[in-house]
């Protein structure tokens, strides 16, 4: 299955300050996607990174705020912007594999502390 | 809109008893549905995809469309079993292709 490298892993941050996580992918997909799991809940999709496109966001997420880049099919940035303590959560990459790969492959996480 | 539920937040068992963690779904079209495991501080795997009715580390898990259910089952849980486990669907309708839609996750203690 594809391999997945995102990083940083942690980061702690000041409130009002940005941070940008990158997802790197060793195999060409189509299909790629950022997820928030804030503390004790599940995941929620932010929303589908579109290559050579703008992102489609989901309900409650905006570009303004979380804006992503795609510039090719290996690799992806979310950025959180004028970041508050309730931006505070892991956030994952996924890829969606064909064939033997069949199913959604995750990211190993960003865990965002903003203080 | 599609929605999915798992009723328990906690499953505590004994090592060598069965497991199962129930997964119920409502979706309108034909469901992709997927079991993810989370180890402690490890990251989210695929655990077991319906399309495969496959059996992953003891594991199985058999779609009812009828009780729109997905329940996961194991006959004799071992230790490193315990784990977040989240059921999640995939919407592959034209409009929202890919999307995943995750449970809440029930949590797995097994202890000896």
């Known amino acids: 299955s594809a391999v997945i490298s995102q990083k940083p892993s942690r980061d702690i941050c000041q409130r009002g300050t940005s941070l940008t996580i990158q997802c790197q992918v060793d195999?060409?997909?189509?299909?790629m996607f950022w997820y928030r799991q804030q503390p004790g809940q599940s995941l929620t999709l932010i929303a589908t990174a579109n290559q050579g496109s703008e992102a489609t966001y989901e309900s409650g997420f905006v570009i303004d705020k979380f804006p992503i880049s795609r510039p090719n099919l290996t690799f992806s940035t979310l950025t959180v912007s004028n970041m508050s303590p309730e931006d505070s959560s892991i956030y994952l990459c996924s890829v969606w594999g064909r064939g033997s790969d069949y199913g959604y492959t995750f990211g190993s996480g960003t865990r965002l502390t903003v203080v | 809109a599609q929605r999915v539920t798992q009723p328990e937040k906690l499953l505590s068992v004994f090592k060598g008893a069965p497991v199962e963690l129930k997964c119920n779904y409502s979706?309108?079209?034909?469901?992709?549905l997927f079991w993810y495991v989370q180890y402690s501080r490890q990251r989210l795997q695929l655990l077991l995809r319906h399309i495969s009715r496959e059996s992953i580390k003891g594991f199985t898990a058999d779609l009812n469309k009828g009780e729109t259910s997905f329940h996961l089952k194991k006959p004799f849980a071992q230790e490193e079993d315990s784990a977040m486990y989240y059921c999640?669907?995939?919407?592959?309708?034209?409009?929202?292709?890919?999307?995943?839609?995750f449970g809440a996750g029930t949590q797995v203690v097994v202890t000896p």
């Open positions: 999640a669907l995939a919407d592959m309708t034209t409009d929202s292709w890919g999307k995943l839609q």
């Open positions: 979706y309108s079209g034909s469901p992709e």
């Open positions: 195999s060409q997909v189509t299909m």
